[in-house]
């Protein structure tokens, strides 16, 4: 057999191997193929294709492997039972930029799916390789290592601790530098990913300088980066009052206000999300969003959205108003209060709904006027209707009960508290019952009021206790009416007239 011929089967061998991992890399994008490829054993033909003499064919089989682990777990698991991630991690260190890349995927790949494989991936070294990475000039290498790094970081702060100790933060603060959007994007995604876990883990991001590079880039063109810009800001800033303030001295503001009106919406919500993670803090802290004219553009943006997007808002006007009478006062007088009656009236969606109320009983319940404020957007019927909805979770009916609570025992303005005497179950009833206790011995234009309205037929109608708390504000109430008056409205009292008129015997 001639030389030629002998080279022509190994060229022909070389062939149907680069057009069998094209072929599986194909087919490996597409979810329905994915089960049909892992019982055709797919993942064991890959394997030693990516220690194979031609580089396209390693890139191939590293591609296709990296398509497969994404799709699901198992897939993800059998990469790492295959002993392969060693392999790729040897390759991160030895090979082409091409092949640097396509690793780094496959770790991406493994690393995402949970706790376990995530650690599977720092367990075989892959965090010092990946940070070497971040140092490649290429940015399509630095782009899939910082990905690699997110996805191993995301799940707990042990992992995300393994990838401050391999070096990557201050190289991820120098990726938000480079020029190029993807690279800027993932590198934010990543130092987002790290902080949110706990004040330390955000303390070394914020030592690696990352604040001042992020907030320069709140004002990008690109959708993407300013969505990771301010989840990273936001997370920096939600641990304490050290951080919210290193976040605000960088000049955050006014910038994000705009950015509550953008036409991305995952922007505008974590937009939100970072004023939110800023005013819960302290009471200066809110006085700076509101000196901006931070209120006026979050009512606008709880206004202008829709659904869980509203939430972020929602949270922050409650935080703001939470601190002190002047600061609910700013949110009462920007429309605030009115709005959150809207979305109390709109919305359906339950933690929605729990936050609206808790918002509202952290604005209402400083003093009277605040409380009054509340009452006349029509605030007190929809917060019982929250409390009595048959299908209320725990949570919107410990936070409606908490906001009426808090709401009516400041409440002075009657009228808001009448249509309560006839709808409110017995526990809201008390603190009505209350209210008007404290109002009636001072008030006799009040008093009349009340009782041509049936407020107090309908308080003789209460059974209450005797010595209990509800028994002595009806015991107050009955006392500020003649006697007559109160044994007119009593039950049975018609009947005892009309037994009269039975028993009286003209002259």
């Not at 935080?319 to 809207?342: C, N």
């Not at 109390?344 to 404020?373: C, F, M, N, V, Y």
């Not at 009040?446 to 010595?467: C, H, M, N, W, Y």
Request: hydrophobic share 45%.
């Amino acid at each position: 057999m001639s030389q030629r011929k002998i080279l022509q089967v190994f060229e022909e061998y070389q062939k149907a191997r680069s057009q069998f991992v094209m072929t599986i890399c194909e087919l490996a994008d597409r979810p329905q193929n994915v089960e049909i490829l892992q019982s055709a054993g797919a993942m064991a033909l890959l394997r030693p294709l990516l220690l194979d003499t031609v580089p396209n064919v390693q890139q191939q089989a590293a591609l296709a492997l990296s398509r497969l682990a994404g799709h699901n777990d198992d897939l993800a698991e059998a990469v790492v039972k295959g002993d392969i991630l060693p392999q790729l991690v040897y390759s991160l260190s030895e090979q082409n930029r091409k092949y640097k890349k396509v690793a780094a995927q496959v770790l991406y790949a493994v690393a995402k799916h949970s706790p376990h494989l995530a650690q599977s991936v720092v367990d075989c070294g892959a965090l010092d390789a990946l940070v070497i990475c971040l140092e490649e000039f290429d940015p399509e290498v630095k782009e899939a290592a910082a990905r690699a790094l997110d996805a191993v970081s995301r799940h707990n702060a042990e992992l995300a601790q393994a990838v401050i100790d391999a070096g990557a933060v201050p190289l991820l603060v120098l990726c938000l530098q480079e020029p190029e959007i993807r690279l800027k994007v993932v590198a934010a995604l990543t130092l987002s990913q790290i902080s949110k876990h706990s004040l330390e883990l955000a303390q070394s991001v914020v030592d690696a300088g990352a604040i001042a590079h992020l907030a320069q880039m709140i004002l990008n063109p690109s959708p993407k980066l300013k969505q990771n810009v301010f989840s990273a800001l936001s997370q920096i800033a939600k641990h304490n009052v050290d951080l919210a303030e290193m976040v605000v001295e960088a000049e955050v503001f006014p910038s994000v206000l705009r950015c509550l009106k953008d036409n991305d919406v995952c922007v505008r919500k974590n937009a939100a999300t970072l004023i939110r993670e800023i005013a819960k803090h302290t009471p200066e802290l809110s006085q700076i969003i509101v000196n901006s004219g931070g209120v006026a553009a979050i009512v606008d943006y709880i206004s202008d959205n829709k659904g869980g997007s509203r939430l972020p808002g929602i949270m922050a006007l409650g935080y703001i108003g939470a601190h002190s009478e002047s600061l609910a006062m700013a949110v009462i007088v920007s429309k605030g209060v009115v709005t959150l009656a809207i979305v109390l009236a709109e919305e359906t969606d339950q933690p929605i709904l729990a936050a609206t109320a808790w918002a509202l009983g952290h604005i209402g319940r400083h003093t009277p006027e605040h409380s009054k404020a509340v009452a006349l957007a029509n605030v007190f019927p929809r917060l019982l209707l929250c409390y009595s909805r048959n299908d209320a979770t725990e949570d919107l009916q410990s936070k409606a009960k908490k906001a009426l609570k808090e709401l009516l025992q400041k409440c002075i303005h009657l009228p808001a508290l009448e249509p309560l005497l006839h709808d409110a179950p017995p526990n809201i009833l008390k603190h009505v019952i209350g209210q008007f206790s404290k109002v009636l011995p001072h008030d006799s234009k009040a008093r009349r009021v009340f009782v041509t309205s049936g407020g107090l037929k309908k308080v003789q109608e209460i059974d209450a206790e005797p010595g209990s708390q509800l028994a002595e504000y009806i015991n107050t109430i009955n006392n500020c009416f003649p006697d007559e008056i109160v044994k007119y409205y009593s039950p049975g009292y018609p009947d005892v007239l009309l037994e009269r008129v039975d028993q009286y015997q003209p002259s």
